[in-house]
């Protein structure tokens, strides 16, 4: 469901994050992959609730964290477990995106015993990949090594394709599409591809001056052969329709396959923004 400010305009639908924003939620996620894997098997204690001792695992990791990532004396590291997990938790929810990376980088890469941590190393890597893609953050783990994933340029053309100087259905579609990619808790890949072709659609009914006919526009290739489109070019994005759409424009089965990822939409996303804005371009000039 998206929100009241998305559905009425008030805010553009967001897209992908840009590599330097870390939101509540992405933050908040990130922290739980570090806590469900790292910080569970903390301390023993009495039967009264007092600490005995730190775990050996958890005096290890501890120690290696402040020795190697805090770079400060392992003997000012508090005694008790809570006020341990304390302070990295403040450290977390109190630094800059770019040292949150480097702290969940690190633990992935880190001499750690990765086989005494539940989910450690690159299952660990693998459970904040979950984060990342839920939360569109510009980073994944490629192995346990966080590697960017988000074009600027890419997100420029959503962008533009969204703004005033779009047609109205042009821009109406690829909002559209950009809110069912997003939408949380449950993202809408298949109908986000609908909308992103029918924004094509709607760009070379615009260059053409031609009218929708049953909610189906003219064929592709009729159409952008009345501007000038490289042959090349014209057939690649034929053969994108075709992906979604039969020779009559109607929506193809392939769209109601549940395996379509978010990678699916986002690739359709970019490409349809794009090459509206390029038949747009060519109809400007």
């Known amino acids: 469901m998206t929100s009241f400010s998305s559905r009425f305009g008030y805010a553009k639908p967001s897209f992908d994050l840009r590599e330097d924003e870390m939101p509540e939620p992405l933050r908040n996620g990130l922290w739980d992959a570090v806590s469900l894997t790292y910080f569970q098997d903390i301390a023993e204690y009495d039967i009264i609730g007092r600490q005995v001792r730190l775990t050996t695992q958890f005096e290890e990791l501890t120690e290696i964290i402040w020795f190697h990532f805090f770079r400060k004396p392992t003997d000012t590291r508090d005694r008790e477990a809570k006020a341990i997990i304390s302070f990295i938790r403040k450290?977390?929810?109190?630094?800059?995106?770019?040292?949150v990376y480097d702290f969940i980088e690190f633990l992935a890469q880190s001499e750690i015993d990765?086989?005494?941590f539940k989910g450690g190393g690159e299952d660990f890597a693998r459970f904040c990949n979950r984060v990342l893609e839920r939360e569109r953050a510009a980073f994944r783990f490629a192995g346990t090594t966080l590697v960017k994933i988000t074009d600027e340029n890419q997100l420029e053309s959503v962008e533009q394709a969204m703004g005033d100087d779009s047609p109205a259905a042009v821009r109406e579609h690829i909002k559209r599409a950009a809110e069912l990619y997003s939408q949380r808790p449950s993202p809408d890949y298949r109908n986000s591809i609908k909308?992103?072709?029918?924004?094509?659609?709607?760009a070379v009914a615009f260059?053409?001056?031609s009218k929708k006919v049953g909610g189906i526009s003219t064929p592709l290739r009729k159409a952008v052969d009345k501007v000038v489109v490289h042959p090349a070019l014209r057939d690649g994005f034929e053969k994108l329709y075709a992906y979604t759409s039969d020779a009559d424009g109607i929506r193809h089965a392939l769209l109601n396959d549940n395996t379509l990822t978010q990678a699916d939409a986002r690739y359709m996303?970019?490409?349809?923004?794009a090459f509206a804005n390029y038949l747009m371009a060519?109809?400007?000039?």
């Open 207 to 209: 260059v053409t001056d």
């Open 91 to 99: 450290f977390f929810f109190g630094s800059n995106f770019f040292s």
């Open 114 to 116: 990765h086989f005494r």
């Open 282 to 285: 060519l109809k400007s000039n």
């Open 195 to 202: 909308e992103s072709i029918s924004a094509v659609e709607a």
């Open 269 to 273: 996303l970019v490409s349809c923004s």
